[in-house]
């Protein structure tokens, strides 16, 4: 998917809270590689890249044997976020952080997409990845998806805490 300028735009303290909450640790040229996509920019990513499908709006909303369905189990991406915040450790340190830049190896500039919903997703560079995950799952923890188009490669941040991850079975890996 190619972003036009007017597809997404930069962060900003009150929608994106908590990339410049303390608590986060998030610094300014990290904030600099995330933008936030447009609504309409969110919803052509989701139709291209997800669903085209009119009732599948959510990832928890994907149909059984969905394209995107899951073959490797990842570390429970909720005990380390309740870990990140009461400071046991940075969360670009943790498992989370190694399973998530393990599973989406290859070129750094490659653009990862955080997707909450049809209309929720921000792009960003998979750098800020290890660093980053908590704010996303801050803005939402129900179900959101990681997907980088160039591999085909998603993580699936499930409810209840189970990270789970695979390739899109009709992208070209």
Excluded at 4 to 27: G, I, M, N, S
Excluded at 31 to 36: C, E, L, S
Excluded at 109 to 133: E, G
Excluded at 155 to 166: D, E, Q, S, T, Y
Aim: proline share 9%.
């Amino acid at each position: 998917m190619i972003l036009t300028a007017d597809a997404c735009r930069p962060l900003q303290p009150e929608p994106d809270w908590p990339f410049f909450d303390a608590d986060f640790h998030v610094a300014a040229q990290m904030r600099a590689q995330v933008r936030a996509l447009t609504p309409d920019a969110a919803a052509r990513l989701w139709t291209r890249h997800v669903s085209a499908q009119p009732d599948e709006t959510h990832p928890m909303h994907l149909s059984n044997g969905h394209r995107l369905g899951p073959t490797v189990c990842g570390p429970d991406w909720q005990a380390e976020f309740d870990a990140v915040l009461s400071f046991e450790h940075p969360a670009s340190q943790g498992s989370v952080a190694a399973f998530l830049i393990g599973h989406f190896h290859g070129v750094v500039a490659d653009p990862l997409f955080f997707i909450a919903s049809r209309s929720l997703a921000y792009v960003l560079t998979r750098a800020v990845l290890a660093a980053c995950w908590p704010c996303l799952l801050t803005l939402s923890d129900e179900g959101p998806l990681l997907y980088q188009p160039v591999t085909g490669k998603f993580v699936w941040f499930r409810p209840h805490g189970a990270l789970a991850a695979g390739g899109d079975k009709l992208a070209a890996v």
